[in-house]
Structures are given as structure tokens and as C-alpha cells.
């Protein structure tokens, strides 16, 4: 079984959800809502744990609690944790140019972790977001080197933080 870890951003969540939701309905699927089921299920039976953000979860239980689909896709998906420099990585990652958003999804990518503090950051973030994509792959060796620096004066575990692939979802899936 893989130890992968994967963050799903929360448009890849969200089409995950309608398809589920769609599914049940017995409606036609577009595209990305399909590939992002068939992902899902890929990805759940080669073992790999998969993560939401806790903007989404929030929004998952607050607004969609008692649907059936928030309950499937709650059972199997992890909410990730921010750890000691979510908040200052992902201050420095806007200074490339990246969403607010964007830039707390690569956050906890870089330093989040579980209930149990088990690990720090996941090993891909999968979104369907091409700008954040196409960012990244252009500013990654600035970014590599700006974490690098940054975790010369980071302690145990937290020097040891890497950054995650960014992966658009349907590209080299």
C-alpha cells in the first residue's frame, strides 16, 4: 500500500462532489467531474491518503452536512493541518504571485500535516487550476530556493520540509 499523501484543492473537492452528487441523480457527468471520480477511485485503491483544506471541510459541513455524497467524500479524504510556518510560508509564496488561495493550498502542502503530526506536507497537490499550475512550474526553482533558505533557521522536523508537485488534474494522470 502507498504511503502517498495528496491535497485536493478545492475546486477538484468541489467537482468531486458534484459528481458524486450527479451520480446519484442518475445525470451525465461533464468532463472534469469524471475525471475527478475516476481519480478519486484510482488513487483510494492504490492507498494513497488524500486531503482537503479546512476552507473546504468548512464548507462541507456547514452548508452540505446532511447530503450523502459530503458524508462518502468525508470518509475519505483528511482534513490537513497548518503546523508552525503554514501562516510565513504562505506569505512568502504570495510574493511570487499566487492567489491568496492558492498560495494557503502550497502552504499546507509545504508544512501541514495530520491530527497526529505524522508527517509534514503531502507529496502532490492536485488542482484543476492551470494558472497555479504554470506559476509554479516557472517560479520553482525560485521557490526551491526560497524554502531552502528559509529552512536553514527552521528546527527539527521543520527543516526537513519539501515542496510538494503541483499536478493538474488530467495532465499525466
Known amino acids: 500500500m502507498s504511503n502517498s499523501r495528496v491535497l485536493l484543492d478545492k475546486n477538484v473537492a468541489r467537482e468531486i462532489l458534484e459528481g458524486l452528487e450527479k451520480n446519484a441523480q442518475g445525470t451525465a457527468l461533464d468532463a472534469s467531474q469524471q475525471l475527478a471520480l475516476e481519480t478519486l477511485k484510482t488513487e483510494l485503491l492504490a492507498g494513497k491518503k488524500l486531503f482537503i483544506v479546512p476552507a473546504s471541510d468548512n464548507i462541507l459541513s456547514l452548508r452540505f452536512a446532511t447530503r ?19 501562516k510565513r510560508w504562505s506569505r512568502r509564496l504570495r510574493a511570487f ?15 501541514g500535516t495530520d491530527d497526529e503530526e505524522s508527517f509534514l506536507g503531502v507529496d502532490e497537490v ?27 533557521d527552521l528546527e527539527p522536523p521543520y527543516d526537513a520540509a519539501k515542496l510538494p508537485e503541483v499536478k493538474l488534474l488530467g495532465k499525466d494522470k
Open 68 to 86: 450523502e455524497e459530503v458524508r462518502f467524500l468525508k470518509r475519505h479524504v483528511e482534513i490537513i493541518i497548518p503546523t508552525r510556518y503554514y
Open 97 to 111: 504571485g499566487f492567489t491568496r488561495e492558492d498560495a494557503n493550498v502550497l502552504g499546507f502542502g509545504t508544512f
Open 126 to 152: 492536485w488542482t484543476f487550476d492551470k494558472p497555479m499550475v504554470n506559476l509554479f512550474e516557472i517560479a520553482g526553482e525560485q521557490i526551491q530556493k526560497k524554502l531552502t533558505a528559509m529552512k536553514r
